[in-house]
Nanobody
């Protein structure tokens, strides 16, 4: 069993920056992706950015050039710059272990960007 603990988030004005961090506690093995999803009120959860254990990085088009994801084995950080009101959402850390078809989620951390 893996437990994801998130930190960061909060309230910021448009154009500002925030950093989210996530640490995975527990053992896991095999090819995996670790990253962030977000869900705004009334909308579906969507991918923000992920990093594969092999180093592959994927960003949503809406955050390219503004957000940067990094990873150190069982920790991931999302640096969010030039934030926009439309970035307001509940951000979830995710660990997807492809080898064993396991998917873990953090409890979510709120990011609110005021205009």
């Amino acid at each position: 069993q893996v437990h994801l603990v998130e930190s960061g988030g909060g309230l910021v004005q448009a154009g500002g920056s925030l950093r989210l961090s996530c640490a995975a506690f527990g053992s896991f093995f095999g090819f995996n992706f670790m990253g962030w999803y977000r869900q705004a009120p009334g909308k579906q959860r969507e991918l923000v950015a992920t990093v594969g254990s092999g180093g592959t990085i994927k960003y949503a088009d809406s955050v390219k050039g503004r957000f940067t994801i990094s990873r150190d084995v069982a920790e991931t950080t999302l640096q969010m710059n030039s934030l926009k009101p439309e970035d307001t959402a509940l951000y979830y850390c995710n660990l997807e272990i492809r080898a064993s078809a396991q998917n873990y989620w953090g409890q979510g951390t709120q990011v609110t960007v005021s205009s």
